[in-house]
C-alpha cells in the first residue's frame, strides 16, 4: 500500500472516544495502513465529550471559515486537527457549535436520540468532502465507518458526483452491528432532497433507523466490509444480495492482510 491514499471517515475513533467495535477499527485500520507506508487521513466529528486540551487539538483557520447549507439553514464550518501521539497519524475534526457543543456523542444523557441527529451526519459528510476539496488531497478509497458517516457515499455520488478531484476515488463502508433503535428525524429524506437528490436513490430513509441508514451507504459504496461478527441476518442478506464486491468478517488477527488484500483488488 505503499503511497497509496485512503481517507478514513468514522463515526468514532479512539482514543478520542470510547472503546466499541467502531472506534477501535477505525483506529487499527488506518495504524495498518500507515505502518505500510499508504499516505492516511483520519475524519470524525468533534463532540463535545472530547477533550481538548488532553488530546491537543487546535483549529485550522485556513480549512475553516465557510458555511454549509443544510436544510436551507447556513452552519459554519469549523475544522480542528490533532495527531495520534506515537503514530505520526493527523486526526481532522469537523466541528459547529450547533451541532457538536454538546457533551455526548449521539444521545442525551437519558439515552435519547437527539433530533437533529439526522442533520448532523448531512452537515459531517459535506464538511468532510469540502475540507478534504481544500486540503487538495486526492484519495484512492474512501473508507467509512459508523452510522453517523453513513450520508458521505450518497453524496459523493450525487451532491459531488462533478468534481474531478474524486473521478478516480472508491468508497468502501464497513458494516457494524446495530448501535442504536429507534430511528432518526422522519424528515431526514427532504433534508437530503433539498440538496438536489432524487427521492428514489434514497428511498430506504422513509424510515431512518439504524438499518436503512447503512442500506443507504452499502447502496451508493463500490464494496463493503462486514466488520461485525454478529451482523443482523437482514443486513448480512442485503450485502450478499447487492452485487458489490464484499468481505466477509476478519477476526482481529487476520483482518490487516484481509483488508490490504481488498484494498489492492479496488485500486
Known sequence: MEDKRILYVSSEVVPYLAENEVSLMSYDVPKMINDQGG???????????????????????????????????????IIKVASIPKERIQ???????EYFKRK?????????????????????????????????????????????????????KHFYKDEALFSQTKIVTSVYGQSFDGALDVEMKNKIKFDGISEEVISDLETPNYENLIKTSIRHSDAVIIASENLSPSLTKFI???????????????????????YKKML
Request: hydrophobic share 45%; glycine share 4%; proline share 6%.
Open 39 to 77: 499516505q492516511i487521513r483520519i475524519f470524525m466529528p468533534r463532540y463535545g465529550n472530547i477533550n481538548e486540551r488532553r488530546h491537543q487539538l487546535h483549529e485550522v483557520i485556513r480549512l475553516s471559515g465557510m458555511n454549509l447549507v443544510v436544510n436551507d439553514v447556513d452552519m459554519p464550518l
Open 91 to 97: 486526526v481532522y475534526f469537523i466541528d459547529n457549535d
Open 104 to 156: 455526548a456523542t449521539f444521545s442525551d444523557e437519558d439515552g435519547v436520540l437527539y433530533p437533529d441527529n439526522d442533520e448532523r451526519a448531512i452537515f459531517f459528510a459535506k464538511g468532510v468532502v469540502e475540507t478534504v476539496k481544500k486540503l487538495n488531497w486526492v484519495p484512492d478509497i474512501i473508507h467509512v465507518h459508523g452510522w453517523m458517516a453513513s450520508m458521505l457515499p450518497v453524496y459523493m
Open 240 to 262: 450478499e444480495s447487492s452485487e458489490k464486491p464484499f468481505l466477509p468478517f476478519a477476526t482481529k488477527d487476520a483482518f490487516a492482510e484481509a483488508y490490504t488484500t481488498f
